[in-house]
């Protein structure tokens, strides 16, 4: 089954305490892209990966940092965790074509960071 | 740099009538138009896209949306909503040059009620 995955689904930790939220898709997806869902501001884009060793920031980057060593994994790195990185973050896959330009989610990784 | 405009934070409709949501975009150049659906607990589903040809565009579960270059809109209707229609929809938009960034408006709540 094509799919996004994401882990873990929740997550609650301590502020500075280092976190990896894993995703891997098995679509062979050149591009990649993490996303945070916040009330009342829609998803905002943190990072995205046009491919293998290709990475760059969105629109809110500042506190993560990504890697994109193969191509279907590209996991999300809190190096210090804050509280205002609560959130629900999701990440996304699609090819690099006109025709089948949609992106496919996870099903998110709900973050609490107390 | 493109955004997407939801005006309404929720809509209600009586089951059996139709619905629609709206959306509006600003981007340079010719738009890549998405819709996706978001249930609770759930990642976002891809409900449609526009990329070019005809302005009114079909999707799943009987959706569908007409694309409106003049007013720069992308509406999203069903002629005859389901109770499980309810859910949080979400507007979407991918400029020409732009596959890195895929930027989403603030979301619309749909509440059908039986």
């Known amino acids: 089954e094509a799919q996004v995955t994401q882990n873990p689904r929740y997550l609650i930790t301590v502020t500075g305490k280092k976190l990896t939220v894993t995703c891997s898709q098995n679509?062979?997806?050149?591009?990649m892209s993490w996303y945070r869902q916040d009330p009342g501001l829609g998803l905002r884009q943190i990072y995205y990966?046009?491919?293998?060793?290709?990475?760059d920031k969105g629109d809110v980057p500042e506190g993560y940092k990504v890697s994109r060593k193969e191509k279907r994994n590209f996991p999300l790195i809190l190096e210090s965790p804050s509280p205002n990185q609560t959130s629900l973050y999701f990440c996304?896959?699609?090819?690099?074509?006109?025709?089948?330009?949609?992106?496919?989610f996870g099903q998110g990784t709900r973050l609490t960071v107390v | 740099a493109q955004s997407v405009a939801q005006p309404e934070d929720q809509v209600n409709v009586a089951e059996g009538n139709p619905l629609t949501v709206k959306c509006t975009y600003s981007?340079?150049?010719?738009?890549?138009l998405f819709w996706y659906v978001q249930y609770p607990n759930r990642g976002l589903q891809f409900l449609l896209k526009?990329?070019?040809?005809?302005?009114l565009v079909k999707g799943s579960y009987g959706f569908e949306a007409e694309f409106n270059k003049s007013q720069t809109s992308f509406h999203l209707k069903k002629p005859s909503a389901l109770v499980s229609d309810s859910a949080l929809y979400f507007c979407?938009?991918?400029?020409?040059?732009?596959?890195?960034?895929?930027?989403f408006g603030t979301g619309t709540r749909l509440l059908v009620s039986p």
């Open positions: 996304a896959s699609s090819l690099v074509s006109v025709d089948t330009i949609e992106a496919f």
């Open positions: 679509m062979n997806h050149e591009y």
């Open positions: 990966s046009m491919n293998v060793e290709v990475t």
């Open positions: 981007v340079s150049g010719n738009p890549y």
């Open positions: 526009y990329i070019t040809g005809d302005n």
């Open positions: 979407a938009v991918r400029g020409p040059t732009g596959f890195q960034k895929l930027v």
